[in-house]
T-cell receptor, first 118, second 112 residues
Framework: GAVVSQHPSRVICKSGTSVKIECRSLDFQATTMFWYRQFPKQSLMLMATSNEGSKATYEQGVEKDKFLINHASLTLSTLTVTSAHPEDSSFYIC??????????????FGPGTRLLVL | GESVGLHLPTLSVQEGDNSIINCAYSNSASDYFIWYKQESGKGPQFIIDIRSNMDKRQGQRVTVLLNKTVKHLSLQIAATQPGDSAVYFCAENLSNDYKLSFGAGTTVTVRA
């Protein structure tokens, strides 16, 4: 159980275009999903937290108009990188947790999406 | 701000030996800790977790130890196998939040 998928696994796009990444919890309902960014040989950096049916909460320094997050259902969250530029190239990873707000529940991670902007 | 950190960035271990990966955390308000394993090009994989009301928890071939006095967390892997080669991250969860703060990661390399 506790499987999280991401699509696509890798994407190459031209500078200026937008890219959408999907994150799905396959066998549980995710009350909260998280989006992380990871540069090579570095740790995970939390970008934003999304709760189903409400606006995402962005971490300091993350542009909400640049990284659009939609959490339309309890099993799906999407991250759209708008007007992507080469510096947006990175490994984007989502995670999901079940459980009530405030409850200590493990986050389960997706396999990640490798984005390369040319 | 306070964050989780690791003592050693790399660890080389002989196949069959036991591995110990250390993690220091500085936020005394953290009450939930998780170890993740990340293989190259993949997302982090849950290994084991521990709550602050415990000091030891065992899983299959893995043991997590928590020393709240010195704010130290460790992951012990018994009989290390080649498939254990990966980057290991500890993560902490503040008591009033459910966001995770990740450490820098320790790269474990298993020698045949």
């Amino acid at each position: 159980g506790a499987v999280v998928s991401q699509h696509p696994s890798r994407v190459i796009c031209k500078s200026g275009t937008s890219v959408k990444i999907e994150c799905r919890s396959l066998d549980f309902q995710a009350t909260t999903m998280f989006w992380y960014r990871q540069f090579p040989k570095q740790s995970l950096m939390l970008m934003a937290t999304s709760n189903e049916g409400s606006k995402a909460t962005y971490e300091q320094g993350v542009e909400k108009d640049k990284f659009l997050i939609n959490h339309a259902s309890l099993t799906l969250s999407t991250l759209t990188v708008t007007s992507a530029h080469p510096e947006d190239s990175s490994f984007y990873i989502c995670s999901a947790r079940a459980g009530l707000a405030g409850a200590k529940e493990t986050q389960y991670f997706g396999p990640g999406t490798r984005l390369l902007v040319l | 701000g306070e964050s989780v950190g690791l003592h050693l960035p790399t660890l080389s271990v002989q196949e069959g030996d036991n591995s110990i990966i250390n993690c220091a955390y500085s936020n005394s308000a953290s009450d939930y800790f998780i170890w993740y394993k990340q293989e190259s090009g993949k997302g982090p994989q849950f290994i084991i977790d521990i709550r602050s009301n415990m000091d030891k928890r065992q899983g299959q071939r893995v043991t997590v130890l928590l020393n709240k006095t010195v704010k130290h967390l460790s992951l012990q892997i018994a009989a290390t196998q080649p498939g254990d080669s990966a980057v290991y991250f500890c993560a902490e969860n503040l008591s009033n939040d459910y966001k995770l703060s990740f450490g820098a990661g320790t790269t474990v390399t298993v020698r045949a």
